[in-house]
């Protein structure tokens, strides 16, 4: 209902004014004595209430502040809305509180609330990625701007920015749409031509880039909330392109570094290093993620880079599987991470001239938000590159390259370089770019050293330095970039400071230099900012040469270049000429001159108060361009990683390597410095001057530090003074030293950064004064240097041990501190220096008053008040603490020594003794106090004397437990003073006691005679009254009888009901006490041994318990009480029945063992978990007689077993108890059996035999612990190697059990149990049996191995060894023979080798050598192991023993000849092998005749192998296979039969020919002379070509492929004629078919005339001759 209501409280005392007056203001009750100054409101709407409240613990106040609610009205359960608010507290941005009333019927109980943060809720608004341009903000029902991508954010300089309403900042939206349309209707969508603001860079006074455009905005409220989601989409807006299916070609580690460094390293140690404090990875590139590259961005900023997160991104990116992704990351940010990987090998590559060239860093930007840099950085967890200048201006510039300052105009580390940087386009397939309207993808950019960007601009205008110019570069802005004249990089300047006259001219005439202000809310400012716009060239003609100059735009960048004469520097600009009369001015505060009209004057970048209404929400600027705004990480940039310093060295590009001038010049931030003894290359150049200083961290013992405590305690120091002082190199931060009493000393050197050293010093010492000096590593600030020593005053008391509760400790450390303040009566709050809790002792150190007598008086009231007795009250824990001790400085100044006054007051007047009984008798005071306390306290009385009957003393300081209390000698005096403990011995020997204690003449007790009630129980008897009454008296004399002393006096209601005899026994009243105790003690012995006492009729009757006020204390039973212990059973898991069962077996076996006496012998069975407990009938009386069960019987029973079977069949060691001590056992036993090879016990002799026995007991007794003992029974060894043997039980439940040794034998059994054998042999023990079952055996093995391959293309898996084992094992027992087997325990396989162990054949001493040549043969045979349920098998290639190479499998090599002649079918294959192995032997060599295998013949072909088993290398048996190749191919003759020869025309192998040979017959045709000898060169071709037509047409010789080496000579033709392998291998159908064509006529043409041939020679034989007919 538009009330406010107003809850607020204070804390602090208040004076009856002051009371008044928050009274009045609470009711509005507004009169003359608030004074006629003072404007008060008029009254309005109820009056509140102002309470006062007394109260310290906090309780009433809770009370009190809730009652305000009553004052709430209208309460709905609907959800209420606050107005949003900043709360700086609760984290940056805006935040609203959700709020809902509670009812219980109608009754409001309260109110529920959250506070929630908007920016958090709605965090993807500011990152809104429609397109480049798009945007989106959050409005409330009002009009007021939440969220909004130009709008301010609160951070911890500007903890409450101005909150905006709709039309600030949206005007042409609200001017169209309507603002009432906006907020009340359901949602929307309209265009609009609107103004988008696009940042120069992310410093607010650079100003913006504006866009017109045609906007369209989409609004939808949020249901049941008072919250508008607007989104801004302009037309034409790109956008980005977000690529796919792009993978990583290879994980090059060097390519995918995340930003964190900590775990850069190399064999070599860290791969880091620093440079100017900034920790580099040298050697690598980085990656970080932009906080836009989230799906949730403020809570990554938020929660941090965690070591999860970290690894979840580095698997993420890394990944190559397409269908992985991250909830976490956008989908388009890993593609840029893999497409910018494809530039790290050329960065790497151009490293080695990164020393020479100045480039100090290279990087790459994406529109996703990846920065990849190289050399590596750790940069901050918000930094963003694209909020950045370099990128903001390379996406403006199109095409061209562009140089900007770096990074941030803050970063102090990196001065001296520039950036230049070049945006890049998305791919087009024509190769052109032309900038204007293409989509950008990112940004890439290095940092060169200014001097590097100086030598290049020299380089392109040589003029500048060369001849009477002076250039300068200016960027867009109009700021100064280099000067050519300057070798070191010059502070930011802007061209209208610089040349006032020249900026002026650039605006008015020009026209290419444009001023604009924006509005820059976060700071409530407006800056005026300038632009450049597109020019070629200005150079106007002015003759006068200082105001003459050039400047022209620097072609592919976007940059300018200034040119002025030289002379001009002598110039006096006070009265420029026209056109440059009218120059800029500028302030040196940069405030503007004007505000409200940007033509009226010119001006140098400046700024002026915005004028925003918080309350309106609206500004006095009429301007309506809006200054960059960017996210709370605006400033981010690179971290210096302080952690990292310690174990980084200095990076090798350090200022001390350059050796002159231009190469320091080279590097960042190096200086030469000439003006040195040494002129050297530096940071900094150092002066004469230097200034000490000093401070105190006070509690701090600092060399208590260790090495690595001192370095980073240093490193903090250095970072403090960095931040107070300016970011200086930290090596001018000198000598720093540390005491033990927390005192600091330093020193800062002079230096061209740090001119004024001393001036530094002061500044420090003035923040150190402040309590402003915050010293990190101890999280505390520094004080002057002296509070470390002289000036502080520690003030300790101590106390009785506490447990203070943690969460109250703050509040006790106060009343503590106002105790001492009320003893002091000053305030020490102020002057706190430290305040510590511990449970003994509280501590404060405050600072000295500087009134030294004041300080005096502090310590002598609280040394008056300690040594006095004073108490602490703590209301928090509702008690107070007597202090004990004060220290003062560490020093013990004062302490407390109670003392109390103790009066014993006699049983006797002591006023008639004589001196020396009195003196007797107070030398009994101290050694009976001694024995009370148990300690000497001979130190602690004093005044000690006799009054009358009384006996008083004082006693100083508590001598039992406390020093400081009396409490527990208080608490031992009353006591013994009541139980008549305090006797003195008197010389009459009657004593006196102590009857009345006085502590200081208080009475505390007296002397009290005990009377105790006691009860006996008595078996059964029938008595009648008087009887009874008899009865009775004989009771009381017995009892008088057993405590040696007449009770008639004593004893008091006497009575016997039936079995019940009671009766009250007073304490004697004689003057020396004795305790009725000691009595009661021997009442309890007789009864618990039976106490039988006579009756009338002479029978007996026995005391079955004795009550002590009716409590039983003694009792006693003809029953005994048993128990026969089980180990290892657990009865509390069986059922009823069973233990049923166990009970009347229990009874019919006690019954047995007494001779079948019907008594029942057992009562009361009970089982505990490994017990049977019961009750023995041990006597019977009978009237008068008795008849004795004993013990022995059952015990002798226990030991021979006769319960072995109580619980079940197996025999159970277990034992008999009465009153926890053993009566009897029963050890268990069990047959056991060693196994020996049998060829080994069968040649021993019979000594030999008997010294082997004797050792196998003795190997057992040591492994058993040497706890045998006799415990073997039987033993002997057999011809067959089996000892057999008894092993009884050790009979202790704390020994090892039967069952435990078994396992015990079998372990060392199946480990290797080694028995000694004559002649220093031994021989193990290969099998043991236990009750005839087998437990364990040793068969010693031999460990062997082999390679394999897989045949066949299937696939294996090696996982599955269940499978694998079984068919391998299967395999290898079939081989192996005698030599053992092979068992699945034994087999292991391991990628591609199979690891198997063969256990020993018992039967065959020489077993091992036999398994090893069964294994060699095996796999040299081809070892192939076929995989079950798989068309695959394994294939044995090597066979180790351990790592010796036992065999290797050489596949045996099949090689086919082809022959000449078809080979008849008659023949055998032993001809033929034969006629292999011949031709083998006379024509190859190399012992190949006895390595062949097998033949067989098919036609033509002859098929053999060369055998694999005659090889140990495949190297060998491939060299026997490059022989019989060798030999094909020189003609390798079989002799088949006797009568048939032939040769080889091709070998074969796996289907490929190798070598092959084909038979040449030499042809020569002879002609006569005279056609033959005038043949030119050129006709001798012609001829050759024309015979091979002829023949090939004639005799159907293919003479292309078989003809050549056609020669004439004389009269012959000669040429060679190949054979025709498949169809005449040795040329014989050619030989005949070329004899006819010789007969009937062969014409040669010849190209003059034909001629025919005569004669036709074969292999110089004669074949045939044409005679003319």
């Not at 390379?394 to 390259?401: G, L, P, R």
């Not at 931060?733 to 950064?753: E, H, K, P, R």
């Not at 009381?1036 to 019940?1060: A, Y």
């Not at 079939?1374 to 990628?1391: A, Y």
């Amino acid at each position: 209902n538009n009330s406010v209501l107003i809850l607020t409280y204070g804390f602090g005392s208040l004076n009856k004014d002051g009371r008044s007056i928050l009274t009045k203001m609470a009711t509005q009750n507004h009169d003359s004595s608030w004074g006629n100054s003072i404007k008060y409101p008029k009254p309005y709407g109820p009056n509140g209430t102002m309470t006062y409240l007394l109260d310290y613990s906090g309780h009433r106040l809770r009370n009190q502040m809730g009652t305000y609610y009553m004052n709430l009205r209208d309460f709905s359960t609907d959800i209420q809305y606050t107005v949003p608010y900043y709360d700086i507290t609760l984290g940056s941005g805006l935040f609203f509180t959700m709020s809902v009333a509670c009812y219980h019927g109608n009754q409001l109980i309260g109110v529920v609330a959250n506070d929630i943060s908007l920016l958090e809720l709605f965090q993807q608004l500011p990152y809104f990625d429609h397109g480049k341009y798009s945007y989106a903000f959050l409005i409330d029902n009002q009009g007021r701007l939440l969220i909004h991508p130009k709008q301010a954010y609160a951070s911890k300089t500007n903890p409450m920015p101005s909150i905006l309403n709709l039309e600030t900042m949206e005007p042409e939206f609200v001017q169209k749409a309507g603002l009432n349309t906006i907020l009340q209707g359901q949602g929307g969508e309209i265009s609009v031509i609107a103004s988008l603001y696009i940042p120069n860079s992310k410093n607010p006074a650079d100003g913006s880039q504006v866009l017109v455009k045609n906007v369209t905005y989409s609004w939808r409220p949020i249901p049941k909330s008072p919250f508008i989601v607007v989104g801004a989409f302009p037309e034409e807006d790109y956008i980005h392109y977000k690529p796919i299916n792009i993978y990583w070609k290879s994980h090059d580690n060097s390519a995918l570094h995340y930003h964190i460094l900590d775990n850069e390293t190399n064999a070599n140690g860290p791969n880091i290093c620093f440079q100017n404090s900034i920790i580099l990875s040298p050697n690598t590139s980085t990656i970080k993620l932009a906080p836009g590259s989230f799906l949730l961005p403020l809570s990554y900023i938020g929660y941090g880079e965690t070591e999860k997160l970290r690894l979840t991104i580095q698997q993420y990116l890394s990944s190559n599987a397409s269908n992985t992704s991250n909830t976490d990351i956008n989908s388009d940010v890993k593609p840029d991470v893999i497409t910018t990987a494809r530039i790290v090998p050329t960065w790497l590559r151009s490293k080695q001239h990164t020393e020479h060239n100045g480039v100090i860093f290279r990087y790459m930007a994406t529109e996703s938000g990846v920065f990849r840099i190289f050399p590596g950085v750790e940069a901050n967890i918000e930094y963003d590159p694209r909020v950045e200048g370099w990128y903001q201006q390379s996406i403006k510039s199109y095409s061209k390259i562009s140089v900007s300052p770096p990074f941030s105009d803050i970063d102090k580390l990196w001065k001296g370089y520039v950036t230049v940087s070049k945006v890049i386009y998305q791919g087009r397939k024509d190769h052109k770019h032309p900038g204007v309207g293409e989509i950008p993808v990112g940004v890439a950019g290095m940092d060169v050293t200014y001097s590097q960007f100086r030598t290049v601009l020299v380089t392109g205008a040589p003029q500048c330095i060369y001849s009477d110019y002076d250039c300068y570069i200016l960027d867009k802005a109009g700021y100064i970039i280099a000067d050519f004249n300057s070798k070191m990089m010059q502070k930011k300047e802007h061209i209208s400071q610089k040349f006032p006259w020249l900026s002026s001219y650039l605006i008015a005439k020009a026209s290419i230099l444009k001023g604009t202000f924006c509005q820059d809310f976060e700071h409530d400012k407006i800056h005026l900012f300038y632009a450049m716009k597109n020019f070629t060239i200005v150079n106007p003609n002015v003759s006068n040469q200082c105001y003459s100059f050039a400047f022209t735009s620097v072609p592919h960048t976007d940059f300018y270049l200034l040119a002025r004469p030289k002379a001009a520097r002598q110039c006096n600009y006070n009265s420029p000429p026209p056109p440059f009369d009218s120059p800029c001015t500028c302030n040196t505060n940069t405030s503007c001159s004007v505000c409200n009209n940007i033509s009226a004057k010119c001006q140098c970048p400046c700024s002026c108060p915005l004028g925003h209404d918080p309350c309106t929400l609206r500004t006095k600027s009429n301007t309506a361009v809006i200054c960059p705004v960017y996210l709370p990480y605006k400033n981010a940039t690179f971290n210096t990683v302080s952690r990292l310093i310690n174990v980084a060295n200095q990076c090798d590009r350090a200022c001390e390597t350059a050796a002159n001038e231009e190469l320091c010049l080279m590097k960042s931030s190096c200086k030469w410095c000439s003006n040195q003894l040494i002129p050297v290359c530096s940071t900094f150049c150092l002066t004469n001057a230097s200034s000490s200083g000093s401070f105190c961290i006070f509690g701090k013992n600092l060399l208590a530090l260790d090495g690595f405590g001192r370095d980073a305690l240093r490193n903090s120091i250095i970072s403090s003074i960095r931040s107070e002082i300016g970011d200086i190199n930290p090596k001018l931060i000198w000598n720093i030293q540390f005491t033990a009493a927390g005192q600091v000393f330093f020193t800062i050197l002079g230096s061209d950064l740090t001119s004024n050293p001393e001036q530094l010093a002061n500044n420090i010492a003035h923040t150190i004064n402040d309590s402003q000096f915050y010293v990190g590593y101890y999280k505390k600030f520094a004080l002057p240097e002296y509070i470390c020593t002289t000036g502080h005053l520690k003030i300790n008391i101590t106390f009785d041990r506490q447990n203070f509760p943690i969460s109250y400790q703050a509040t006790i450390k106060n009343e503590f501190l106002r105790f001492i303040e009320s003893i002091t009566g000053t305030q020490l709050q102020p002057r706190i220096l430290q305040m510590l809790l511990k449970d003994t002792s509280f501590m404060v150190a405050v600072i000295k008053s500087k009134n030294s007598s004041l300080t005096q008086t502090e310590v002598t009231s609280l040394e008056h008040a300690v040594h006095n007795g004073i108490s602490v009250n703590l209301p928090t824990l509702q008690k107070s603490l007597q202090i004990h001790q004060l220290y003062i400085n560490g020093n013990l100044t004062e302490r407390f020594i109670p003392t109390i006054n103790i009066t014993f007051q006699m049983s006797r007047n002591m006023s008639n003794f004589s001196v020396l009984e009195r003196a007797e008798i107070l030398q009994q005071v101290v050694p009976l106090l001694d024995e009370l306390f148990n300690i000497s306290t001979a130190s602690n009385i004093k005044d000690l004397q006799i009054i009358d009957e009384d006996i008083t003393f004082n006693m100083f300081g508590g001598v039992v437990n406390n020093r400081y209390s009396f409490r527990d000698e208080e608490i031992l005096l009353e006591t013994a003073t009541k139980t008549g403990q305090l006797v003195f011995n008197t010389t009459d020997q009657s004593g006196i006691i102590v009857q009345k204690l006085f502590i200081n003449d208080e009475f505390r007790c007296n002397l009290i005679i005990p009377v105790v009630n006691l009860n006996f129980t008595f078996s059964y008897m029938k008595m009648d009254i008087n009887t009874s009454k008899l009865f009775a008296q004989r009771v009381v004399i017995t009892i008088g009888d057993i405590i040696q002393t007449n009770i008639e006096s004593r004893v008091r209601d006497v009575s016997l009901i039936k079995t019940q005899f009671g009766c009250q026994l007073a304490g004697r009243t004689i003057q020396k006490w004795y305790p009725i105790s000691k009595e009661i003690e021997k009442l309890q012995v007789s009864v618990n041994g039976g106490l039988y006492i006579q009756k009338l009729d002479s029978h007996y009757a026995y005391v079955a318990r004795l009550y002590r006020e009716f409590r039983v204390i003694a009792e006693y039973s003809p029953f005994q009480a048993l128990s026969m212990r089980y180990p290892r059973i657990h009865f509390g898991t069986f059922p009823e029945t069973r233990l049923n069962t166990i009970s009347k077996k229990l009874l019919h076996i006690v019954q047995g063992i007494y001779n079948g006496d019907s008594v029942n012998f057992v009562q009361d069975v009970v089982y505990s978990l490994d017990k049977v407990k019961f009750h023995l009938l041990r006597e019977v009386w009978n009237e008068g007689s008795i008849k004795v069960y004993d013990l022995t019987f059952l015990s002798k029973a226990v030991s021979e077993g006769k319960f072995t079977h109580l619980i079940d069949k197996t025999q159970r060691l277990y034992s008999l108890y009465s009153d926890n001590l053993m009566q009897a056992q029963y050890i268990p036993r069990i047959p056991m059996t060693l196994q020996f090879p049998s060829y080994i016990v069968e040649s021993l002799d019979l000594d030999e035999s008997n010294d082997m026995e004797t050792d196998i007991i003795t190997q057992i007794d040591t492994i058993l612990s040497n706890n045998l003992a006799n415990r073997i029974l039987k033993h002997n060894l057999t011809s067959e190697g089996r000892f057999n043997f008894i092993l009884r039980g050790t009979g202790s439940a704390s020994l090892p059990s039967l069952r435990q040794e078994t396992n015990i034998l079998a372990l060392n059994v199946s480990s290797k149990l080694l028995i000694p054998l004559p002649n220093n042999k031994s021989v193990p023990v290969y099998r043991y049996y236990s009750n005839e079952l087998l437990q364990a055996e040793y068969l010693a093995s031999v460990n062997f191995s082999f390679s394999f391959t897989k045949q066949n293309t299937c696939k294996i898996y090696l996982t599955d060894s269940n499978t694998l084992s079984w068919a391998i094992d299967k395999k290898l027992n079939q081989i192996l023979d005698n030599g053992g087997t092979v068992t699945k325990q034994n087999t292991f396989v391991s990628q591609n080798r199979v690891l198997f162990g063969v256990s020993e054949n018992v039967n065959f001493q020489n077993w091992t050598e036999i398994a090893k040549q069964d294994l060699i043969y095996g796999v040299k045979s081809k070892l192939q192991i076929d995989i079950p349920s798989s068309n695959c098998s394994l294939i044995a290639t090597k066979l180790y023993s351990k790592s010796n190479l036992l065999a290797i499998y050489v596949p045996s090599v099949p090689i086919t000849f082809a022959l000449a002649i078809k080979v008849p079918v008659m023949w055998s294959n032993h001809v033929i092998f034969h006629g292999i192995q011949q031709a083998m032997t006379t024509q190859v060599g190399r012992g190949l005749e006895n390595k062949l295998t097998y033949s067989s013949i098919s036609r033509r072909n002859i098929t053999f192998y060369v055998n694999g088993l005659h090889y140990y290398n495949q190297t060998y048996i491939d060299m026997d296979v490059a022989a019989i190749v060798q030999g094909v191919k020189n003609k390798l003759v079989l002799r088949l039969s006797n009568n048939s020869v032939s040769y080889v025309t091709e070998m074969v192998q796996n289907n490929m020919v190798q070598a092959s040979y084909v038979e040449k017959s030499v042809m020569a045709f002879t002609l006569p002379t005279i056609y033959l000898s005038s043949l030119s060169n050129q006709e001798k071709i012609i001829v050759g070509e024309r015979l091979m037509g002829t023949l090939q047409q004639t005799a159907g010789i293919n003479t292309n492929q078989r003809m050549s080496g056609f020669i004439i000579y004389k009269e012959n033709m000669t040429f060679v004629l190949a054979a025709d392998i498949q169809n005449d291998p040795e040329n014989k159908k050619a030989i005949k078919d070329i004899q006819k064509i010789i007969i009937v006529g062969l014409t040669i043409y010849l190209p003059k005339s034909n001629a025919l041939v005569r004669k036709f020679y074969s292999d110089n034989v004669f074949q045939a001759e044409h005679v003319p007919k």
